[in-house]
């Protein structure tokens, strides 16, 4: 069996910047994002840890690790 990978939706990235869905997408679309790791019919996934490591080089001052809450 393979490895599992922790994935991010839209909504997901959302939520942890605790912006819109809208806001996400933006975002996610801005040249420096993580690629996404697939493109599903229901949208984009990304990588959990890819997304984390734009968070803490991009955004550190806004948006706290959810474990730090």
């Given amino acids: 069996m393979g490895t599992r990978r922790r994935l991010y939706t839209t909504g997901d990235i ?18 420096g994002f993580p690629e996404p790791f697939d ?8 990588l959990v840890e890819d997304v984390e490591a734009w968070i803490r080089a991009n955004r550190e001052t806004r948006a706290q690790d959810p474990g730090e809450r």
Avoid at 16 to 31: D, F, I, K
Avoid at 39 to 46: F, K
């Fill in 14 to 31: 959302a939520d942890r910047l605790g912006v819109s869905r809208q806001r996400a997408y933006v975002l996610a679309n801005r040249h």
């Fill in 39 to 46: 493109d599903l019919p229901g949208g984009s996934v990304w």
